[in-house]
C-alpha cells in the first residue's frame, strides 16, 4: 500500500513538473513573440506585427497577463483597417478590466468603421468607467466636433474641466479654442486662448492661436 502511495506521488511531482515546464515555454515563447510584435510595429510592418501579437495572445499562460498584448493586437487591427476586429480584441479587454482606455479605443474602432451610435456609447461609458481620467471626455468631445454637434462638444470639455480630470487638461482647453472657432465666437475663443496660454507658456501651438484670434 505504501509502495502505491509512493507510486502515486512521484507520478503527481512527475507530472507537475511537465506542466510547470510547458507552463514556463509557453510564457518565454510568449514574450519572444510580444518582443518580435513590437519590432514589426516599430517598422510598420503591421500585419507581421499582427501575427506575432495574435498568436502571443493564444498562448496558454496562467500567471501572466494578456491585457497589454491585446492593446498591441487592437493598434494593429486598427492600423491594418481592420475595425470590426479590432472592436471585438477591445471587448475581450473590457470585458474584464473595466479601463476608460479600453473603452476609448473600442469606441474609436466603432467609429472609424462608421457606427457612429456605438462609438458615442463607447466614449460615454469610458466616462462612466473613471470620471477622472479624460482621455473618454476628450474622444467624446472629438466625437461631437466630427458631428458637428458644438455645444455638445463644448459641455462634454466644461464638464471634464470641472470635474477636474487628471489626465488630458492640456488637450481639452485647447479644445475649448477649437469648439468657440467652430461655432464662430472668436472673443470668447481669444478669451480661452488667453487662459490657455497663460496656464501653458511654452506652447507655441497656443501662442499662435491667440496671435491669430487678436488680428480678427
Given amino acids: 500500500m505504501e509502495k502505491k502511495q509512493k507510486n502515486i506521488i512521484i507520478a503527481a511531482g512527475a507530472i507537475g513538473i511537465v506542466l510547470i515546464i510547458f507552463l514556463l515555454f509557453q510564457i518565454i515563447t510568449q514574450k519572444l513573440l510580444v518582443r518580435d510584435g513590437t519590432k514589426y510595429l516599430e517598422q510598420k510592418e503591421y500585419e507581421k506585427a499582427y501575427e506575432s501579437f495574435y498568436k502571443a495572445e493564444k498562448k496558454h499562460t496562467i500567471l501572466t497577463s494578456k491585457k497589454n498584448i491585446l492593446y498591441y493586437e487592437g493598434e494593429c487591427l486598427i492600423l491594418l483597417g481592420r ?116 496656464a501653458y507658456p511654452d506652447d507655441e501651438t497656443g501662442k499662435r492661436e491667440q496671435e491669430f484670434l487678436e488680428t480678427r
Avoid: C
Fill in 83 to 198: 475595425y470590426e476586429d479590432a472592436v471585438q480584441v477591445y471587448g475581450k479587454i473590457t470585458d474584464r478590466h473595466k479601463e476608460a482606455r479600453a473603452f476609448v479605443m473600442k469606441g474609436f474602432s466603432y467609429q472609424a468603421d462608421g457606427q457612429k451610435k456605438k462609438a458615442q456609447k463607447s466614449y460615454e461609458k469610458a466616462i462612466d468607467v473613471d470620471k477622472k481620467d479624460g482621455i473618454g471626455y476628450y474622444y467624446l468631445y472629438g466625437y461631437y466636433i466630427e458631428e458637428e454637434q458644438y455645444q455638445q462638444a463644448l459641455d462634454t470639455i466644461e464638464q471634464a474641466l470641472k470635474g477636474p480630470v487628471n489626465s488630458w487638461e492640456q488637450e481639452l482647453a485647447f479644445g475649448k479654442i477649437v469648439v468657440y472657432e467652430k461655432m464662430l465666437e472668436y472673443d470668447k475663443a481669444l478669451e480661452a486662448a488667453t487662459a490657455y496660454v497663460k
